[in-house]
């Protein structure tokens, strides 16, 4: 089972992440030799002779297994190198602590048979009985017996291999190396050779007859570099509900059921094909647009594969323009994944665009973005929307309490009964199909709206619109409504008489203002108004004019008292109090 937690014991929190690495075997070869397997396959077997090391000599093991299906999959992807492979071993890495041996090493190493040679059971030739000679005829047709030695003749032809030891040179190159002498076991899935040397990295690759040696060392190179890769799958799926919402995921081949069956379960069914890529564990990959479909809220979108955890992108896709693609029931676009990775390049020619005669440039290793699969999005055009008729807006400056602030708040609590309401206040019945013919798409609250202004603007001035509001009101069953509308007419009194009281102590303190006596000495006026020296201190500093000095004076008088002690009379009585009589008679000319 692939190891999908790790668990362990830190004394402070942080950020951690979880990496795995193939095991290593760290053994001691002793001077009495003996025999070292390891622990990942046993079959990788080290037999070292007494008196090999004059002293115990530690070293590290490193199997990384090579199956079959790799194999398969590295033909399949590079046929006309990987083409003539039959087989390979794992790969072995050895790690000693010393650059020569006493005496050679026997290793042994497994590698795989040729499927081909696997025997099958023979069946005796016409005339012949249990392998001797005979006279006795079979029951058989004798074509059968000739269509059986063809085929086996033409395998016996195709059957031959050959087997590679490659090592690991120090240019980081694999090498055939024809100094090592191979013995295969009797089942010929084992390899036995001696080591006289050290070396740093071994595979064996079992191959077809006549392949040249240039051919193994790439098989080699391509292997080791699929090792690190792994064969995925990218799925786009939409939502049934709302198809611009997309989620695209990367999974390796063997999760695709399982991860298309919880695509399904979380309503996402919808989208092109799975399309298949090889990539390595913790590729970027980008996801972009191209066609007429663009991602609402990034230009691109970046994840990274891990094959322990959810690699996945969602974005919300919607259309670049909506008038074209006219012919289509949809907007039609691909989604494209890029990756960076490197590729082969041919070198380019020099300045003078001179080669060198029967000399071809060697391909070199470079970064390069590479597009790893497109699919095809769909999404559904929007039905087209009806053009709906268009309406002047309504106003209407109200009179009093009745405004369209309270229209808005009746229609609000007001229901089925607006009907009713509106017959009370004698609006015919065409008038009323009206408004509802009118506000067909529009909600209760806006029918009952117009039907408000209809009657307002109707009403003369000189009727009193509160009563016969509340008498309709009362009359059908909503008195909370008259209720309301009541109340708000009082706040609408009180406020104006708040307003008038106001406007006729501003205009008083104008006319004492004017006074030219009353200003010239308008601090000894203040004082009397009860105000502070500060606060003349304050008025003398912001106001530089007499008048306007003598002004503030009476608005800080009435922002230091209660309204109900600033009326005209309490201003009149200060005034006498201070000797200006004249002055005072004058508040009630």
């Known amino acids: 089972m692939d190891p999908k937690f790790a668990e362990t014991r830190t004394e402070k929190f942080g950020i951690f992440i979880v990496v795995t690495r193939l095991k290593r075997d760290r053994l001691m070869i002793t001077r009495k030799g003996g025999k070292l397997s390891s622990s990942v396959d046993s079959r990788v077997l080290l037999q070292v002779k007494p008196g090999s090391f004059k002293i115990n000599i530690p070293f590290t093991l490193q199997v990384q297994p090579v199956d079959m299906a790799s194999v398969v999959d590295l033909k399949h992807h590079n046929p006309l190198i990987c083409n003539s492979m039959i087989s390979s071993s794992p790969f072995v890495r050895f790690d000693f602590k010393t650059k020569h041996f006493n005496k050679p090493i026997v290793i042994s190493i497994p590698c795989p048979p040729n499927p081909g040679n696997v025997k099958r059971p023979t069946t005796a030739a016409p005339g012949r009985e249990d392998g001797k000679g005979s006279n006795k005829t079979s029951s058989r047709p004798k074509s059968a017996f000739m269509m059986g030695t063809a085929t086996k003749q033409k395998d016996d032809e195709d059957d031959g291999d050959c087997l590679h030891i ?71 799926r939409q939502k049934n509900d709302d198809p611009n ?23 996402f069914e919808e989208g092109p094909p799975p399309c298949s890529a090889v990539t390595k564990e913790g590729q970027f990959f980008q996801v972009q647009f191209r066609g007429n479909l663009k991602n609402e809220y990034e230009e691109s979108i970046k994840f990274v594969f891990n094959s322990q955890l959810k690699s996945r992108a969602m974005m919300y896709v919607g259309e670049i323009d909506k008038f074209a693609q006219k012919s289509l029931d949809c907007y039609k676009g691909f989604a494209q994944i890029f990756a960076n990775e490197m590729v082969d390049e041919t070198a380019k020619e020099s300045e003078e665009g001179v080669k060198k005669k029967n000399q071809q440039n060697a391909p070199e290793k470079v970064l390069k973005v590479v597009m790893k699969c497109e699919m095809l999005v769909t999404i559904p055009k929007p039905e087209p929307e009806t053009t709906k008729p268009y309406r002047a807006p309504v106003t209407y400056k ?50 009952i709206f117009d039907m408000f202004l209809t009657w307002a603007k109707k009403v003369p001035r000189s009727m009193d619109k509160v009563s016969i509001l509340c008498a309709a009101l009362v009359a059908i069953g909503r008195a909370d409504l008259a209720e309301d509308v009541r109340d708000r007419q009082e706040d609408f009194k009180a406020n104006r008489m708040e307003k008038t009281r106001e406007s006729t102590l501003r205009k008083t303190f104008l006319k004492i203002s004017q006074n030219s006596n009353v200003v010239s000495d ?19 500093e912001d106001f530089p004019s007499a008048r306007d000095q003598c002004f503030q004076s009476f608005v800080k008088w009435k922002e230091n008292n209660s309204d109900n002690n600033c009326t005209i009379s309490a201003l009149a009585d200060i005034l006498r109090k201070c000797r200006y009589h004249r002055v005072a008679d004058q508040l009630y000319a």
């Open 398 to 447: 109200g009179q009093g309490p009745i405004d369209a602030a309270l229209f808005h708040s009746l229609a609000a609590d007001l229901g089925d009964e607006w009907k009713q309401l509106a017959q009370r206040l004698n609006i015919k019945s065409m008038r009323i199909q009206a408004i509802m013919r009118n506000n067909v798409n529009a909600d209760n609250e806006q029918t």
């Open 166 to 236: 490659l090592t690991h040179d120090e240019k980081g190159k694999w090498t055939v190396n024809k100094d090592i002498t191979l013995i295969q076991s009797k089942q010929r899935d084992l390899a036995i050779f001696q080591l006289a040397e050290p070396l740093e990295r071994i595979i064996l690759i079992r191959s077809k007859l006549e392949v040249p040696l240039a051919k193994i060392e790439k098989m080699a190179t391509l292997l080791e570099e699929s090792m690190s890769r792994c064969s995925v799958n990218f799925i786009l």
């Open 245 to 267: 919402d997309v989620v695209v995921y990367c999974v390796s081949s063997n999760k695709v059921d399982r991860i298309l069956r919880k695509l399904n379960e979380d309503g």
């Open 522 to 540: 308008w601090k000894f006026l203040a004082r009397n108004l009860g105000l502070s020296e500060n606060d003349i201190l304050e008025i003398e």
